[in-house]
Structure formats: C-alpha cells, structure tokens
C-alpha cells in the first residue's frame, strides 16, 4: 500500500541552524501539507501546497519557514534559523483532493513525522 | 476562531466494551470528519472519515455525525487492549486548503 515516507526520523540540531526534513508524498497525490505537533499538545497545520504553490500557511510559518518540491517526488520544509521552541514533531501529509467526486478524495494519509529537537 | 473540541479523557473501558468518543466543532461549514488514532510518538493514522449524517460503519468501528448539532462521535465495539491509543478528531473546513483542524484527543484506556 502506498504511504508518504519522511526522513530522518529524528534531527538534533543547535539553535540558529538551517534545517531541512524531507518528505516523499504519495505519487500520484497533488495537494501537500506539514504539520506540526509540539509534544502534549495538538496536531497544528502550519502550510499547505499544490500545483507548485503555497495555497495556505499559518500564523505558525513565518519567514523563517520554506517549503519546496524541488523535483516530481521530494516535499521539503525548511526552517532557516531554528528556535528553542521549533522542538517538535513534524508531521508531512497528502492527498489526493480534486473536485469531492467521491468520499475518499480528500482523506490525508500522514508520514511517520520528523522529530526535530533544537538545543 | 475554528475550533475542535474534544475530552481530553483517559476514558477507560473493559475489554469488550464499546468506547464512546466524542468532538463537538464550530464551524458550520465543515465538510468532512475524520477520526485518527495516535499511538504515543508516533503519526496520525487514519481510523474512518464521514462527510454524511448518520452513522458509517466500518468492521469495529462506527462514526456518527450530527451537522446540526456540530458533532461527531466514534463508537469502537469489542475494544481490545490494542486500541489503548489517542484518538483525534479532524475537520477539513473545505476553505482554499482543506487543511485539517485537530482536536486536542481523547485518550483511551482499554483494560485486559
């Protein structure tokens, strides 16, 4: 069964650098998303992206937040300069939402997350 | 402000039981409803969407939504130890993103 693949698994990074988590949607999906679950709390969205486009970010994705398809397969979030409080879970998910023809159209199916920890 | 709530639990039940979960939502524009289960450290794993009234069953698990009254709920029959998990409800509010917004979770104890 297809599923969208996220790596690495965990980063451990210093305060003030770039990181980049990687994502592999599912291939023939079109929309793209990130969450983010800081631990405890809940599931927040922080971007969505489709036809090679942000359609949506959240208060969360400042401007030191990017997102990328560089090529038909990888999606990458990258956080430029990382903070104490960017600890977290990172959730990639996709779908394949068009016009709603049928029930299963806008289901999102979610990676296995990036645990990011800045120190 | 959209919102999605949810007991925050644990609800704990027997094994063999029917567990009840239940999320209430704001927004009278929501489209779609899903249910996710989290394991502790792990990713949201889809359980059952519904976008009609009335119920859906599939094998254990039934979902019920109410539009009217902005509710959904989960009924798992026959719980097993194994379904000890988070359970989170998602609403796609259908706007240009159809981003999903999560409830808080309902944590669920099922007791051999």
């Known amino acids: 069964e297809p599923e969208v693949t996220q790596t690495p698994s965990h980063q451990v990074t210093q305060m003030g650098q770039e990181v980049i988590l990687r994502c592999v949607p599912i291939?023939?999906?079109?929309?793209f998303y990130w969450y983010r679950q800081i631990l405890g709390q809940k599931v927040e969205f922080l971007v969505s992206?489709?036809?090679?486009?942000?359609?949506?970010k959240s208060e969360i994705f400042d401007d030191q937040f990017s997102v990328e398809r560089p090529d038909g397969s990888n999606f990458t979030l990258k956080i430029r300069s990382t903070k104490l409080e960017d600890s977290a879970m990172y959730f990639c998910?996709?779908?394949?939402?068009?016009?709603?023809?049928?029930?299963?159209?806008?289901?999102?199916?979610f990676g296995p997350g990036t645990r990011l920890t800045v120190l | 402000q959209k919102e999605v709530e949810q007991n925050s639990g644990p609800l704990s039940v027997p094994e063999g039981a029917i567990a009840s979960l239940n999320c209430t939502y704001s927004d009278r524009g929501s489209q779609s409803f899903f249910w996710y289960r989290q394991y502790s450290g792990k990713s949201p794993e889809l359980i059952m969407f519904?976008?009609?009234?009335g119920d859906k069953e599939d094998g254990r698990f039934t979902a019920q939504l109410n539009k009217a009254s902005q509710y959904v709920s989960l009924l798992i029959r026959d719980s097993q130890p194994s379904d000890s998990a988070t359970y989170l409800c998602a609403v796609n509010i259908m706007d240009s993103s159809y981003k999903l917004i999560f409830g808080s979770g309902t944590r669920l104890l099922v007791r051999p």
């Open positions: 998910a996709s779908s394949d939402f068009m016009l709603r023809t049928d029930e299963s159209t806008d289901t999102q199916y």
């Open positions: 291939s023939n999906h079109l929309y």
């Open positions: 992206f489709y036809n090679n486009e942000i359609s949506e």
């Open positions: 519904i976008y009609s009234n």
